[in-house]
């Protein structure tokens, strides 16, 4: 007998429509043999399944069942395709928790915990990891453009602090770009983290765990192109940059980047795939880790799918052995 699976889409910040392509991509690879898929769109109108007829039917929000057609549907495990708020962020891993229904990603904790940044890199430092030296400013709080100056050196990164797809985040080299920067960043959160620039080159590497082994994907390099200062949202999704798979590097560097990145999956306790960004210093031969996606891009645009194939895999296969994963694991 196939499982039901909801595939929850959406969301309720600018990355619904990265979570929407991220979504088409799995339902597509999603083993249809196995698995009866109903995509669920969450988003600020309400929570929706959507029938090939186009019609909508809401989703009982007290257990998270769907009635159709005089039929209660209730679901074996959820396939998390959200990137932003509620997916990434542990809220909707707290509601399936209560509801003792299984998916397919990091824990309501950890998804919390690695979806601010500020605490991703304060856990990951007391823990031997090495990342970049940061500010946080808070909105209510005010702040002086001087005395960030004076803590950290330029060039920095300003970002928002709670988010991803490099949504609101900008590249300063000098001291008048600071706080159009930093207001930048706060339209999108009401924190923001302010990050200085670590040389190097820039990988990022997938990681799962399966069976109770952990395995580290093929790593990714990662290159915008000249025209652009870093690897901001275009950069991502709009074709501005080299991703090469599997990266061209030395065993000493590769090794380095799988035991680093097996460190976090574990300093964090990540379930599922993640994907983790990191600046390849040379000169001190080692990484730093920069985040943690706990819900990684699933979209042809995204590096997963990349690193799967690189793998000798197939989505298809790699997908199920998420699902088998989180349902085994409850």
């Known amino acids: 007998m196939k499982k039901k699976i909801a595939l929850v889409t959406g969301g309720y910040s600018g990355e619904a429509t990265i979570s ?33 007829d186009g019609s909508k039917t809401g989703i009982n929000k007290n257990d998270f069942t769907l009635d159709l057609e005089g039929k209660k549907i209730s679901f074996d495990a959820v396939f998390i395709g959200m990137h932003g708020t509620p997916g990434e962020d542990g809220k909707l891993q707290g509601y399936f928790d209560m509801l003792r229904l299984p998916y397919t990603s990091c ?56 988010g991803g797809s490099s949504i609101g985040m900008s590249k300063v ?18 924190q923001v983290l302010i990050e200085q620039m670590i040389e190097g080159r820039e990988f990022t590497v997938g990681v799962f765990r399966s069976n109770n082994q952990i395995t580290v994907l093929p790593i990714t390099e990662v290159e915008a192109h000249k025209e652009m200062e870093f690897f901001d949202f275009e950069a991502k999704y709009g074709g501005k940059s080299t991703e090469t798979t599997p990266a061209a590097i030395s065993d000493e560097w590769k090794q380095a980047l799988e035991t680093t990145a097996k460190k976090v999956y574990q300093v964090f306790n990540c379930r599922g795939v993640v994907r983790i960004d990191f600046i390849f210093n040379a000169k001190e031969s080692r990484p730093y880790m920069l985040e943690i996606n706990t819900i ?16 000798g895999g197939n989505l298809q296969s790699f997908y199920s052995q998420l699902l088998d994963e989180a349902i085994q694991k409850h």
């Open 20 to 52: 929407y392509r991220s979504a088409n991509t799995i339902y597509t690879h999603l083993d249809k043999e196995k698995y009866e898929v109903y995509k669920i769109d969450v988003n600020p109108e309400g929570w929706f399944y959507e029938g090939q």
């Open 107 to 162: 824990d309501a904790a950890t998804s919390a915990l690695t979806f601010n940044k500020r605490y991703t890199t304060a856990v990951a430092s007391v823990s031997g990891i090495p990342v970049a030296k940061s500010v946080v400013l808070f909105k209510h709080t005010g702040y002086h453009a001087e005395e960030i100056l004076s803590a950290l050196q330029l060039p920095v990164f300003v970002k928002p602090n709670n």
């Open 173 to 190: 080299s000098e001291p008048s770009g600071l706080t159009a920067a930093i207001e930048k960043a706060f339209k999108e959160d009401e």
């Open 296 to 311: 990684p891009g699933q979209s042809a645009a995204s590096v997963i799918p990349q690193q799967v194939s690189a793998m």
